[in-house]
Every structure is written in C-alpha cells, then in structure tokens.
C-alpha cells in the first residue's frame, strides 16, 4: 500500500445503510430510443459462439437470465444456444455482420430486423474496434467451424471465418450515425450504441461532431481497452496498440460532457474488470456501467491455459470437440456464473456503504484515491482533468489537449483537419 499506485476507496465517518445490489441498475437508451433497457451496472462482455463452446454460451447465458443481467454475444452472433434460457441479450454487431449479412459479407437489413426485433434482444452494439486487437480483425479458423458455427453467422463451411478490419456499412463519421439510425429503426426502437478501443483521439471526436451535426445520437458507448483480453490477437498488438481503458473511458467522458451530450448518452466499459473494486474505478472516472469477460469465464472453469486456437480446451469452455464441451456441466456453471455476478455486487454494495454513499451512480472521482509516491496520495479528482459542461461548445477548455483535438475533428472524415494537425 506504500507503493506507487496502489488505489483506494476513501471511507466516511458515517456508513450509509446496506442497498439491495439488486437497485444496481441504469437505463439505457436516449432521446430517440422508444425501448429502453434497465441494465444490470455488472453484465457479460462480448464472446461469441464459435470462440466459445455452445456448453459455455448456455452457462453464461442461464447465468444472465438468473441474475438478470445482459449477456453479449460477441461479434458471432445470436446462436441457438444463446436462445434456450431466454437471458437478456446485447447484439454485437461486428464488420463481418454475421447473422445479418448477404453473401458478399455486406450488411443485411432484412436479416438484421427479423434477429433484432425478438424481444430477447434488448441493446445492439456496433464493434468498432476491440480492446486487445483494435484495427486488425479477426479470424476463426476453418477447423473449429462448424456446421451450427456456419448457419449461426451465415458463412461456408471449409473456409476460415474472417471478421475484417473495418466496417463496408459507414466509412465517415456522419455515416456512422445515419447506419446507427437505421439500426435503431430496423430494431424497433431498441438502444443502439458502439463498442470501440480509443485511438486517434481527433476519430472520436469527429464522431462527436457528427452528432452535433445530424442530431443522431447513439444510445450508449462502451469503452474497451487494451488490456482486454483474448485468445487470438497478435502480441505486437496486446502489447504495443491501442489506449488504456481508463484513459479511454475518462477521453470520451469528457467529451460528452464538453458537448452538453454526457446525460443523454450512457457509458459502458470493459477491459480487465473482475471485482467490486474494478467496477468501483470505472464507475468514479465516468462510466454507467462495467462489463466483465475474464471474470465470468474463470466463473464457467477456464483456467487460461492457452490452447483457445488449438480445439483442445481442456474445461470446454473455448472447443467445439462435442466430447472436449461435456466437462462444462451447464447448471453448475449457469450457477457459478449467477454466484459471480451476485457476489461481486454484494461486495460492490458494501464497499459503497463504507463510503457512504447508496448507490454506484453516487460515486465520483473524489471517493477514490492513488499513491503517487512514497510521500504523496491524490484524489482522482486531483489526478484526471475533467472538462466543465459545455466547454467545447464555447471554445473556452481546459487544457492544449482536448482544444487541439477538437480542432482536428472532422464529422466528414476520420481523417484529420490538416491544416491544424500540421
């Protein structure tokens, strides 16, 4: 505790009294949503069908519907195994748009309205980038796709199932919001929103003025950062590509807020989050809500050993070897995963009490607190800039940084504005 970074909840003298973790809930959808979701502020992140086996996305998924919270399909869309418990559902909605794609690998919207209109689709998430590969794709390889794999996302069989780098759908920002439009509509009203890894940080913030510019706003983001993780990104890129989380988070907080738009769009965040704690961090710097990969997968017996690539995952939980997936009992891993997420918002409960405060949306970045040194402790409120409402509106912000940035956006392109960026 006497080392640089250790982090802590700063308590009150005066504990409030213990809230029911079950209140630990936000709504998500904006202005423009006719069906909101009430969302769980803990919730299953993105893992599909195919990287996972169909055991372990009937555990997570039995989980979800026990402790009622959302289960994300990952890019691989809606299985017949994500159906049978009926648990909540987000749909991630990758560049390979699968489950909703024509034969050339382009974006279908009739597909995409029949899947999205059921009613356990609740939220639909565009994957822009994702945390531990952001700009590079992915690929399942042809031996672990199967014949329920190729009907689930609408691919051949014999061939390897490749996610591309980028979306064919939009190729501007402006084009984002207008394919988050026709989403919203196809969908009936549902919350619409992306999932991206901060990059250039002038990208966001020309998709930033793109709302202002089409008045569409997405329903929520969720921040992922490079310390996600999975089993199929290249080392250069966990090691060397992408922005942390939190720096992410705290990135596109601020600039909601500059903008006067922070209250009418919700903030997920994911990457590396497992305990009460962890979603205490996130909750203080700017986000909604938390969502949570590793930790529900250790819930349904993965034991990182590393062999997701080879289809030989000794807990079935990353095989589609039908024999491999019987040692993932479904019930006892459904519970497990229901104990998990119970227990972590229990801790997450009493941890709030000790500071006082009742419920996570209570907690700011003054509750929590960082060893800089040896010597010297700061609030989180000390240590992060946080832009005042308005801010960019008004040309007057804090600090070269967000000022530069913003002049850099463009809502026409993700290119830079050249002339400021030289």
Same mark, same amino acid.
């Given at each position: ?9 700063? !308590? ?13 809930? $936000? ?13 769980? &502020? ?13 055991? +372990? ?9 026990? *402790? /009622? ?12 195994? !994500?159906?049978? /418990? ?32 059921? =009613? ?24 672990? &796709? ?14 390897d199932c490749i996610s591309p780098s980028r979306h064919s759908a939009f190729s501007t920002p402006i084009e984002l919001m207008h394919f988050i439009q026709q989403l919203r509509e196809l969908s009936g009203g549902k919350p619409v929103g992306f999932k991206f890894c ?24 969720? $921040? ?15 090691? !060397? ?12 907080? /601020?600039?909601?807020? *500059? ?14 989050? $497992? ?38 995952? =000794? ?18 891993? +459904?519970?497990? $995963? ?10 997450? +409960? ?9 419920? =996570? ?7 929590? #607190? ?14 992060? #800039? ?37």
């Amino acid at each position: 505790m006497y080392q640089s970074g250790f982090e802590f909840i700063g !308590h009150s003298m005066r504990p409030a009294p213990l809230s029911d973790p079950s209140g630990f809930r $936000v709504i998500v959808g904006g202005p423009q949503c006719t069906q909101p979701y009430s969302a769980s &502020v803990f919730n299953i992140s993105a893992m599909s069908f195919g990287s996972l086996s169909a055991n +372990a996305i009937r555990a997570l998924n039995q989980g979800a519907k026990l *402790g /009622n919270f959302a289960h994300d399909t990952g890019e691989g869309s809606i299985s017949v195994y !994500h159906r049978e /418990n009926g648990g909540d559902l987000t749909w991630e909605l990758g560049s390979g748009y699968f489950g909703c794609r024509t034969a050339d690998g382009r974006f279908d919207p009739e597909r995409f309205a029949a899947q999205a209109q059921t =009613p356990q689709v609740r939220m639909i998430e565009i994957k822009m980038s994702q945390g531990a590969k952001p700009g590079h794709g992915g690929i399942l390889p042809k031996h672990k &796709v199967t014949k329920e794999i190729a009907e689930t996302r609408g691919i051949l069989m014999g061939e390897d199932c490749i996610s591309p780098s980028r979306h064919s759908a939009f190729s501007t920002p402006i084009e984002l919001m207008h394919f988050i439009q026709q989403l919203r509509e196809l969908s009936g009203g549902k919350p619409v929103g992306f999932k991206f890894c901060l990059g250039h940080p002038w990208e966001f913030m020309g998709i930033a003025k793109a709302m202002l510019e089409t008045g569409i706003l997405p329903d929520f983001i969720v $921040v992922d950062g490079k310390e996600g993780g999975t089993g199929a990104a290249p080392v250069e890129f966990t090691d !060397h590509i992408g922005v942390p989380m939190r720096e992410g988070l705290l990135f596109v907080h /601020n600039t909601l807020v *500059g903008l006067n738009l922070r209250d009418k769009i919700k903030l997920g965040a994911s990457g590396k989050i $497992v305990s009460a704690f962890d979603i205490a961090s996130v909750l203080a710097i700017g986000a909604d809500w938390a969502n949570s990969a590793r930790g529900f997968m250790f819930a349904i017996g993965c034991i990182q050993s590393q062999s997701c690539h080879t289809n030989k995952c =000794p807990t079935g939980v990353a095989t589609q070897d039908t024999l491999r997936q019987r040692a993932l009992v479904v019930p006892d891993k +459904a519970q497990r $995963v229901f104990n998990f997420h119970r227990n972590t918002l229990k801790a997450l +409960a009493e941890m709030l009490a000790a500071a006082g405060l009742e419920h =996570p949306s209570q907690l700011s970045a003054k509750h929590l #607190v960082r060893r800089m040194s040896a010597t010297e402790i700061k609030l989180f409120s000390q240590l992060h #800039v946080f832009l005042k409402p308005g801010e960019l509106l008004t040309g007057e912000v804090s600090g070269e940084f967000y000022s530069r940035m913003w002049q850099m956006a463009r809502a026409d392109s993700f290119e830079p504005n050249e002339v400021v960026a030289a």
